[in-house]
Nanobody
Framework: QVQVVESGGGLVQPGGSLRLSCAASGSIFSINTMGWYRQAPGKERELVAGITRGGSTNYADSVKGRFTISRDNAKNTVYLQMNSLKPEDTAVYYC??????????????WGKGTLVTVSS
């Protein structure tokens, strides 16, 4: 089994910062891409940022220059540093990791999400 757990969400004022973390554990042989998605009320889930095992990154246009994704391969952990937060960043943030399991299966695993609320 594989577990994916996010942490770091909360309430922050506009212009503030938060750092999200996501740790994967369990029957993992290796991890390929790791990514953060978000879903705001009444909207579809969207990709926020992704990072390959080698460190290549991509971002949604709406967060470029404000958010930074990084990962620690030794800890099977991905981070999302969010700066200059705006009310429209309010959403449940989900972590998704593409894992090669010990049984050589290639699967996507999702966390349960962490709520980020940007409000004064």
């Amino acid at each position: 089994q594989v577990q994916v757990v996010e942490s770091g969400g909360g309430l922050v004022q506009p212009g503030g910062s938060l750092r999200l973390s996501c740790a994967a554990s369990g029957s993992i042989f290796s991890i390929n891409t790791m990514g953060w998605y978000r879903q705001a009320p009444g909207k579809e889930r969207e990709l926020v940022a992704g990072i390959t095992r080698g460190g290549s990154t991509n971002y949604a246009d709406s967060v470029k220059g404000r958010f930074t994704i990084s990962r620690d391969n030794a800890k099977n952990t991905v981070y999302l540093q969010m700066n200059s937060l705006k009310p429209e960043d309010t959403a449940v943030y989900y972590c998704c990791v593409n894992i090669v399991t010990m049984f050589q299966a290639l699967l996507d695993y999702w966390g349960k999400g962490t709520l980020v609320t940007v409000s004064s």
